[in-house]
C-alpha cells in the first residue's frame, strides 16, 4: 500500500519509537505512584518528555505541559475550562470539529459565539477577526494550518494582536506540530493544543498542551493523581491540575523517543522533505483535465497536503478506486471540518485528500499522479 493519509494519522513511524514503546510495556510503573525503581523511572521519563516538549514549542517551563489522549481532549480542556456563560468567543471556518463542535455546544450554554468566514481558497482575513471583537470578547482559537486545504496561518499577528487587547489565543497545532516552528512566547500563544501521532510522530492516544504561565484553566476531569489524596478537590499545581488518572506512560515513551528522532534527524529536513513531495504531486495534477484542486498555493510554506475532486464523481467512489486498483491510501469526505467544506463548495462531493510524509518516496508520488490521471480519463 502506498500510505498518502499522512494528515490523519502517520502511519510509518521511527524505529526508535516502535522499541521505545515495546520497552515500556514490559518496564514502565505508574507515574507518580510510588517509590519503586519502575515507578520511579516512569516518572523521570515523562518529565523528560515534557521538556522535550517545552524546548520544542519554546515555553519557558516544563511544568506548563500537559498530557492528553490528542488535540480533541487538548482542545475540550482549553475551551471549556477558559469560557462561561457570557463570554464572547472568535474563531473561523479553516477549523476541525474538534473546534467546533465545543464552541457549539458552550454556545448552547450562554457562550456567544463569532466565525470569520473564509474565502473560496480557504484563506480567512486578519481584519475580520479584529473587527470582531466585542467587550467580552475572552478567547480567540484557530488552527495553525488547515487539515483539508493544508494551508498554513501565520499565528503571531494574530497572537500580538489578541495579547494587546488582553483575549485570551488558543491555537490548534495538530497539522504543524513537529513540522513548523512553533515558539509560543513569540507568537504570543497563551493556550497550545496538539498530538502526537501526526507530525510527531508518536504513538496514538498521546497528545497535550502548552498553557502559559498565570493562564488559569479549569480541569475537565477530577480523579487520582498520587498528590494530595485526602483533598476533595483536584490540585491547582500544574500539571497535575489537568492531569487526572493514570497517563498514558507507554504511549509517552514512544513519543519521546519520537521527539529524539525529529531533533536528530531535523525539522526543517523532514518539512523539507514533505513539501518538496507535495508539490511534486500538486505540479502533476493541478492540470489534469477534469480535476480540480483546493486551497491557497501561492506560497511555498503550507502543510503537506493536496486536497482536490475529479469532476462529478463522488470523493469517497474515487477514493475507493484508489485503494482498491492502485492501491493507494487517501481520505475522503468531510474531513471533520465542516465549515471549510461550506467554503469550498464541496459539502455534497466532499474531497479527496493527499497527505505526504517524509516517509514516502517519488515513486510512490508518481504513481498517485498516473492513478489520478488515469481515473480522469486523460491519455498520457
Known amino acids: 500500500m502506498i500510505y498518502l493519509d499522512n494528515a490523519a494519522t502517520t502511519m510509518h513511524k521511527p524505529q526508535e519509537v516502535i522499541e521505545a514503546v515495546v520497552a515500556a510495556m514490559s518496564s514502565m510503573g505508574n507515574a507518580g505512584r ?5 515507578s520511579l523511572s516512569a516518572s523521570r521519563l515523562i518529565y523528560n518528555t515534557r521538556e522535550k516538549l517545552c524546548k520544542l514549542v519554546g515555553g519557558t517551563d516544563p511544568r506548563q505541559v500537559v498530557f492528553t489522549c490528542n488535540s480533541t481532549e487538548s482542545l475540550n480542556i482549553a475551551l471549556r475550562g477558559l469560557l462561561e456563560p457570557g463570554d464572547h468567543v472568535i474563531t473561523t471556518m479553516l477549523e476541525h470539529n474538534s473546534v467546533l463542535r465545543p464552541l457549539y455546544d ?8 463569532t466565525i470569520v468566514e473564509s474565502d473560496s481558497k480557504g484563506n480567512f482575513d486578519i481584519e475580520d477577526i479584529k473587527s470582531a471583537v ?12 488547515s487539515n483539508l486545504t493544508g494551508n498554513y496561518v501565520d499565528l503571531q499577528p494574530i497572537g500580538e494582536f489578541a495579547r494587546k487587547k488582553g483575549i485570551l489565543f488558543v491555537v490548534d497545532a495538530s497539522q504543524t ?3 513548523f516552528p512553533i515558539d509560543v512566547e513569540k507568537m504570543k500563544i497563551d493556550v497550545l493544543c496538539f498530538t502526537g501521532h501526526k507530525g510527531l510522530l508518536g504513538p496514538q492516544g498521546t497528545g497535550g498542551m502548552y498553557v502559559r504561565e498565570g493562564v488559569k484553566v479549569r480541569s475537565l ?8 489524596t485526602y483533598s476533595k478537590s483536584q490540585p491547582v499545581q500544574m500539571p497535575t491540575a489537568l492531569e487526572a488518572g ?12 519520537a521527539l529524539d528522532y525529529i531533533e536528530t534527524y531535523g525539522m526543517d529536513k523532514i518539512r523539507d522533505r514533505e513539501q518538496e513531495l507535495m508539490w511534486r504531486f500538486y505540479e502533476g495534477v493541478k492540470d489534469i483535465e477534469n480535476v480540480t484542486v483546493y486551497g491557497d498555493f501561492s506560497t511555498k510554506d503550507r502543510c503537506a497536503i493536496v486536497t482536490l475532486n475529479i469532476g462529478d464523481y463522488d470523493s469517497s467512489e474515487v477514493s475507493d478506486e484508489l485503494l482498491t486498483e492502485y492501491g493507494i491510501s487517501t481520505r475522503s469526505g468531510g474531513h471533520c471540518a465542516p465549515l471549510m467544506h461550506e467554503a469550498l463548495k464541496t459539502v455534497e462531493q466532499g474531497a479527496v485528500r493527499f497527505s505526504f510524509s517524509h516517509f514516502n518516496t517519488d515513486e510512490e508520488v508518481d504513481a498517485a499522479i498516473k492513478a489520478v490521471r488515469e481515473l480522469s480519463k486523460e491519455e498520457d
Open 34 to 38: 510510588g517509590v519503586n525503581d519502575a
Open 106 to 113: 458552550l454556545e448552547a450554554n450562554g457562550t456567544s459565539l
Open 134 to 145: 466585542k467587550p467580552e470578547t475572552k478567547v480567540i482559537v484557530c488552527t495553525n494550518g
Open 177 to 179: 506540530a513537529g513540522v
Open 221 to 228: 476531569k477530577a480523579g487520582g493523581t498520587g498528590v494530595q
Open 246 to 257: 493514570t497517563l498514558n506512560g507507554h504511549g509517552i515513551a514512544g513519543l519521546s523517543a
